[in-house]
């Protein structure tokens, strides 16, 4: 499976660009608070988290939500919601975007339990907040495919499988190639010699290096025996 299908979906493009216009010429994007300023094609499968001491949620989507299984708006992250490796590997994405100042891609495999598995791409965004000299704000735009078991099993007994990490280093530079791609498809779909999810595929084999900078994926270490 293509680990940056993820990419070819609309809302993907959409969230960088909303990332990238905010900026203002400014290094990173600035938050006001205001859900009214980001597109309402997002809102479902977006989690804004506030990072200023310890992260908890400041808004769930609604799609975010149902694959939750309930809504954790209003609660600590990492204290109250997320667990275990699934909490460490979500935790370890945030840390790098805050560090780097821009915006990380992750893809994943989650295996709920032995009978179900579903493939998942994330976009964790920083933004800093009413002007605050550090990115204190999270925006997360997170897509799946397959299972629809609830992803709160993940943290409790299910296992997480990340496959690829990239830092999105320049967000112009990708927004420009993805735009390029969807009106290519868009004129040639009609003649079924390509496809989307092939020429996203090769959009970021050509900019790996450059505007996407390969990242080590999340390893949860071996338990020690005895522990």
């Given at each position: 499976m293509l680990t940056t299908h993820f990419f070819a979906d609309p809302i993907f493009l959409e969230m960088l660009q909303f990332w990238d216009a905010s900026r203002g010429g400014r290094a990173l994007p600035d938050w006001s608070g205001d859900?009214?300023?980001?597109?309402?094609?997002?809102?479902?499968?977006l989690i804004v988290s506030d990072r200023r001491g310890e992260p908890s949620y400041?808004?769930?989507g609604a799609e975010c939500i149902r694959r939750w299984g309930s809504d954790p708006t209003g609660r600590r992250a990492y204290g109250d919601v997320l667990l275990g490796a699934h909490a460490r590997y979500l935790q370890s994405i945030s840390n790098e975007a805050l560090a780097h100042r821009a915006p990380?891609?992750?893809?994943a495999v989650y295996q709920p339990d032995a009978a179900n598995m579903l493939m998942t791409g994330r976009l964790h965004a920083p933004f800093t907040y009413r002007g605050s000299a550090e990115p204190v704000m999270m925006m997360t735009l997170q897509l799946f495919k397959g299972s629809e078991s609830e992803l709160r099993k993940i943290g409790l007994s299910g296992i997480v499988h990340e496959i690829r990490r990239d830092l999105i280093a320049r967000v112009p530079d990708l927004c420009t190639r993805l735009?390029?791609?969807?009106?290519?498809?868009?004129?040639?779909?009609?003649t079924h010699q390509r496809t989307l999810a092939a020429d996203v595929e090769r959009i970021a084999g050509e900019l790996a290096g450059s505007a996407l900078v390969s990242l080590p994926c999340f390893e949860e270490p071996d338990p020690i025996p005895g522990v």
């Open positions: 859900l009214a300023v980001i597109p309402r094609g997002l809102l479902p499968h400041l808004y769930v990380v891609f992750s893809a735009e390029d791609a969807r009106r290519d498809y868009q004129i040639s779909r009609h």
